[in-house]
RNA sequence: GGUUCCGUGGUGUAGGGGUUAACACGUCUGCCUGUCACGCAGAAGAUCGCGGGUUCAAAUCUCGUCGGAACCG
């Protein structure tokens, strides 16, 4: 079946804070939530069991990758993605939008669609919307994206409109051969940091009719408050009964304006990313576990923090596995800063379902700037 | 006792007459937002064992000295 949002009521104070439910195949789950990316069916160095340990709903996985490695065949031949990884969740998968930013140059972008270098041997790859869609169609994730442009920060206005506008056709083109009964398709807002582009592009995208409807173009560089408007200018636009997803998106006062901005799900690899290289969340601001003023700290990271690690290692412990190369130390962040965003999200519903969310979005903005403990 | 070799940032090394002594690891600090990534950026840290000599100029050549290693008695 496809996926089914349900909202279940505004925050008083603010009528774009939303709380919902997300209806899946693989469970039902209060919205607005965190997702952890596990590119290649896998979220570095974490179990499922660890995952669900951390209160995780969907996980993310990857069309690019997993079309490289091990082939969406392989996957389908598996029973899909949820049975591959061993994940009893709801998946995602991004569509490969995200590659053609961060791999392709724009001299490899076309209207029929992008010519990636593979970054593994090197040879010439060709994906296109409609390509993307049925390796997603294989990969039986609960959730498929359909392929876009994630244009880069700064471009011209004039790029951000034909980029927007072959985004619109390209999702189009993918809606148009998506055959999945039991997968859900989601359509991407574009249109940078223009009000009238991301308007035209939620509008058409919308006309389409998907299940749900992401902002992408975020958080490629751009300062914050212009980040903040393109949220805004998208959801704005945004039909009420359909799940928002903003792209990308996982520094918790990010999260806070998105949800602020009624965005009901997020994904980042920055809390797995910047756990391997040794910062993890706190309360307080984030800190460099690294720092030799750890070195005989035999405190938790978080002495709030519900999760394995803070309940059972000290920071001493913690920084001495990372300065020497041991991957539990990488676990053990990725644990805390999954646990920790997740977390957020337990108390941003919790606050919405109290109306004082503006109230608990504040305190935590607080406490997070003001890292005088830290 | 004799012969030979070696002493250069915390560690291991490079440099064998000519401006701010190089590299690796370590240390310290910062960064990371739909993952190519245990990665990226930067900083501190050595008057080259010590003393004399040669030279315009010595980590570099030379003598002595101290410390260490190998081999021979």
């Given at each position: 079946m496809k996926i089914k949002y349900e909202l279940i009521k505004n925050n008083k104070e603010d009528e774009n804070v939303r709380l919902g439910l997300l209806h899946t195949n693989h469970g039902t789950y209060q919205t607005p939530i965190f997702m952890p990316v596990?590119?290649?069916?896998?979220?570095?160095?974490?179990?499922p069991e660890e995952l669900k340990a951390c209160g995780s709903s969907v996980v993310l996985s990857n069309t690019y990758h997993l079309w490289l490695r091990p082939g969406e065949d392989v996957v389908n031949k598996a029973g899909g993605l949820n049975k591959f990884m061993n994940y009893d969740g709801p998946t995602l998968t991004d569509s490969g939008g995200f590659q053609v930013f961060s791999l392709a140059k724009p001299c490899d972008i076309s209207e029929q669609g992008v010519k990636f270098k593979s970054h593994i041997d090197g040879r010439s790859l060709f994906l296109t919307p409609e390509k993307s869609i049925q390796i997603q169609n294989k990969l039986n994730s609960d959730i498929a994206m359909s392929f876009d442009e994630c244009a880069a920060?700064?471009?011209?206005r004039q790029y951000i409109e034909q980029s927007m506008r072959r985004t619109l056709r390209w999702a189009k083109r993918g809606k148009d051969v998506f055959d999945n009964p039991n997968q859900s398709l989601f359509g991407i807002v574009q249109g940078g940091e223009f009000e009238d582009l991301r308007y035209e592009s939620a509008k058409e995208t919308v006309k389409m009719d998907f299940d749900g409807y992401s902002i992408g173009g975020?958080?490629?560089?751009?300062?914050k408050d212009i980040m903040y408007n393109m949220i805004s200018y998208a959801t704005k636009y945004l039909p009420k009964d359909k799940p928002r997803y903003l792209m990308g998106v996982g520094d918790p006062i990010d999260i806070l304006q998105g949800v602020s901005r009624g965005i009901d799900m997020f994904d980042c690899v920055l809390p797995t990313r910047i756990a391997r290289h040794g910062n993890c969340f706190t309360k307080h601001g984030r800190i460099n576990i690294k720092n030799a003023k750890y070195k005989e700290d035999f405190t938790p990271i978080d002495e709030n923090c519900d999760c394995y690690t803070c309940k059972n290692f000290t920071k001493a412990y913690v920084r001495h596995l990372i300065t020497s190369g041991e991957v539990n130390g990488g676990r053990l962040l990725s644990i805390h800063n999954i646990r920790f965003l997740i977390r957020l999200t337990e108390e941003i519903r919790e606050s919405i379902k109290n109306d004082r969310f503006e109230e608990y979005k504040e305190e935590f903005i607080n406490a997070y700037k003001n890292d005088g403990n830290n």
């Open positions: 596990g590119t290649l069916a896998n979220v570095k160095t974490l179990m920060y700064p471009s011209t975020t958080s490629v560089g751009e300062p």
